[in-house]
């Protein structure tokens, strides 16, 4: 039986070469595949593999300096959804580029935003009803496909773009609100929640384990709306036998949580089409302004 393991950790690392070295071995060793960074902020890791070894593979992570109390998280999934084992070093672990403005320590990161657990948000939610906000700390094309009930999604293509997001002063409206930042697995909000502190919005909270954690919890008869996107060969992961389809057809807004690359070389992002649509060659590029573009007439 395989599975797939998610996880993060932030604490100081004094040799993330080394680090590098060890968790490369230790993977092909276990014949994981998966995708791990480290840096001097810590750790974060996504790693698939038969269970027996995956286990193997958190006994002897845990027993790395500030790894003792990493939170796993499990998913289905198995080592093909990875092409192979990949383990870099980076300069941080989500690139919000912030490394001069957010410090670790052997706590974690300083000032990120308290922790709640699944049933808190939701107790949260039901105590204050309009006055929590949830906010989206991955990007915009994840959140087409699944996302909080009325939550405010950032225009964000990559993890860089929140901090003009936040300086742009679109979101000061919330500073005063009960503000729960979430993203997949977690490790992103540990950094964003922070951020947000640090520019004023006064009760920032992110969810203990993300995304993947509530799913767990609730499904999809909880606040969550739609399908995970996940970074590996699923794509997307259901919580239930009912999940809700929220995404929409670039071509036809027909409901759809089917991501395909654009066939456009110069393009190649990400474009939501509906299985219909998708049998049509030349609906497979990316939106109308580039599908207009590939089929213009020539001009002598």
Request: with cysteine; hydrophobic share 35%.
């Amino acid at each position: 039986m395989q599975k797939i393991l998610l996880y993060y950790k932030f604490t100081p690392v004094t040799d993330p070469e080394l680090l590098k070295l060890w968790q490369k071995t230790l993977c092909d060793s276990l014949n994981l595949h998966g995708r791990i960074l480290v840096s001097a902020q810590g750790i974060n890791g996504t790693v698939g593999g038969d269970m027996d070894d995956l286990k193997a593979y958190v006994k002897a992570t845990k027993q790395f300096p500030g790894f003792k109390d990493i939170l796993w998280k499990w998913s289905e999934g198995s080592r093909d959804n990875f092409p192979r084992m990949s383990v870099k070093v980076k300069k941080e672990l989500v690139a919000f580029e912030t490394w001069e403005e957010i410090a670790v320590d052997e706590n974690g990161v300083i000032g990120t935003g308290p922790h709640l657990k699944p049933h808190e948000v939701n107790e949260m939610v039901e105590k204050f009803g309009d006055d929590v906000v949830f906010f989206d700390g991955r990007n915009q094309y994840e959140a087409k496909v699944g996302r909080f009930k009325n939550a405010v999604v950032p225009d964000t293509r990559t993890s860089r773009d929140f901090k003009r997001e936040l300086d742009s002063g679109k979101y000061d409206d919330l500073k005063d609100k009960k503000v729960i930042s979430y993203c997949t697995g977690g490790v992103r909000c540990e950094l964003l929640s922070a951020m947000m502190k640090q520019r004023g919005f006064n009760d920032v909270y992110q969810i203990d384990g993300g995304i993947v954690k509530y799913g767990e919890a609730y499904g999809d008869d909880g606040l969550w709306e739609g399908q995970l996107y996940v970074f590996d060969g699923r794509m997307g992961v259901d919580f239930s036998d009912h999940t809700k389809v929220i995404g929409e057809c670039t071509h036809c807004g027909g409901k759809t949580s089917n991501y395909e690359n654009c066939a456009l070389p110069e393009c190649n992002e990400l474009v939501l089409i509906c299985d219909n649509c998708k049998q049509d060659a030349h609906k497979l590029f990316h939106a109308t302004a580039c599908y207009e573009a590939a089929n213009a007439p020539m001009h002598a």
